[in-house]
């Protein structure tokens, strides 16, 4: 069944090409020449949309980081799609074996995090295949990877079994509090723990010298020096977005000045309707909005299926000839109403920016996520798949 087209009133996600790279040049000069920038698609590239933001990535990162084997191919065949370079890609999602194997022929690394890698082994030898792995250690996030015991009893030793077709490209850790904290104690400790576990990895299978270590997502790149190593993984910053307040605020005092960061997306509606609503009027479901007097107020055909989050009924506002404009009563399932009383003179038409710069106006991913009692990770990777966007040069 074809996929239905959005209508010519739907919303519209705008990503910004200019911002993006912008974003990653902030990244470069922070971490220096001598470094790697990757780019992390995952989420649907924080919601941003997979195949918009790939041909901007592959443009200007180093490596591309992607959780599924198909995000991995599409990689592959957006480069013959469109003649481009090979770009490194690594998928650090959990693969079968039968997934190793493909990614192993399409020449896309992934990412060993248990023992049960085993079970690819004899199919890459039958296929006469070999696989750029990067070993997951757990330095004390307690998700992917071997920890130190199993390290000690031998839980990757089929990486020095299996040589022949295992070919270990990367070690690389996650931190766990690096963005709640403008301390990093917790985060020395997972550095150490990811020194001792590289080593006793290496003790048990010989690295080669070729291995590249990465361990640094956004916030510790901006504000860890030591955990950029060779690799950085940068997510949520490169579509311009401070991972914390705290992150922003150590970014101060570790470099001495705040990156400048450029949201990529914004999000903007036209209206439905315009049209006055009488005082004492009712707006939406349940009643729970009555007009205080007469109210000039816009439909939006955008809701809750849209990724509008409905939490944020009667505390969000969006923007309209920049100026904020109140979102009265329920956000429903494919409708928001806002009063537009002091923003408009007319019923004409009009374009609502739910996210984003309106003249002198802003809102944020972040401000959104505030009144959604959410993070702006979570509002962004919600915005639907069925909102078209598309990719503008500024």
Not at 56 to 84: C, I, K, M, N
Not at 177 to 188: F, W
Not at 227 to 240: E, F, N, Q, T, W
Request: hydrophobic share 45%; charged share 20%.
């Amino acid at each position: 069944m074809p996929v239905p087209t959005p209508g010519a009133l739907s919303s519209r996600i705008e990503l910004s090409a200019a911002a993006f790279r912008a974003n990653v040049a902030a990244f470069r000069a922070v971490v220096g020449p001598t470094r790697q920038v990757g780019a992390v698609l995952k989420g649907n590239a924080y919601g941003h949309g997979f195949s918009e933001v790939l041909p901007l990535a592959h443009e200007v990162a180093d490596v591309l980081y992607v959780v599924t084997p198909g995000e991995g191919l599409a990689v592959r065949a957006f480069e013959a799609s469109a003649q481009a370079p090979r770009r490194e890609v690594l998928v650090i999602g959990a693969l079968s074996a039968d997934e190793v194997v493909a990614l192993a022929r399409a020449q896309v690394d992934v990412v060993v995090a248990d023992p049960s890698i085993e079970v690819a082994v004899p199919l890459l030898r039958a296929q006469g295949l070999r696989a750029r792995v990067h070993v997951h250690l757990d330095t004390g996030l307690g998700r992917e990877g071997f920890t130190p015991g199993q390290l000690a009893a031998g839980a990757a030793d089929v990486l020095g079994r299996a040589s022949d077709v295992l070919e270990v490209a990367g070690v690389l850790s996650h931190f766990a509090n690096t963005e709640d904290v403008t301390e990093q104690s917790y985060a020395a400790q997972q550095l150490a723990a990811f020194e001792r576990s590289v080593a006793l990895l290496g003790a048990r299978a010989p690295l080669p010298a070729t291995v590249r270590r990465h361990f640094a997502a956004s916030a510790a790149a901006l504000v860890l020096p030591a955990s950029r190593y060779d690799v950085v993984r940068a997510g949520i910053g490169l579509y311009g977005l401070w991972p914390s307040t705290e992150t922003r605020l150590s970014a101060r005092v570790v470099l001495g000045a705040v990156p400048a960061l450029t949201p990529v997306l914004s999000w903007r509606c036209p209206s439905q309707v315009v049209k006055w609503l009488e005082a004492g009027s009712y707006v939406g479901y349940g009643c729970t909005f009555r007009c205080g007097a007469d109210t000039r107020v816009a439909v939006l055909p955008v809701g809750y299926w849209d990724g509008y989050p409905r939490i944020a009924s009667g505390k969000a506002y969006v923007l309209v000839g920049g100026r904020r404009c109140p979102v009265l009563g329920r956000v429903m399932m494919n409708h928001l109403i806002i009063d537009v009383t002091h923003a408009v003179t007319g019923e004409a038409p009009l374009i609502a920016t739910l996210l984003g710069r309106d003249g002198d106006e802003v809102l944020s991913a972040e401000t959104l996520a505030g009144w959604a009692q959410t993070i702006h990770y979570e509002v962004l990777t919600r915005l639907g798949e069925h909102v078209p966007r598309v990719v503008v040069e500024g």
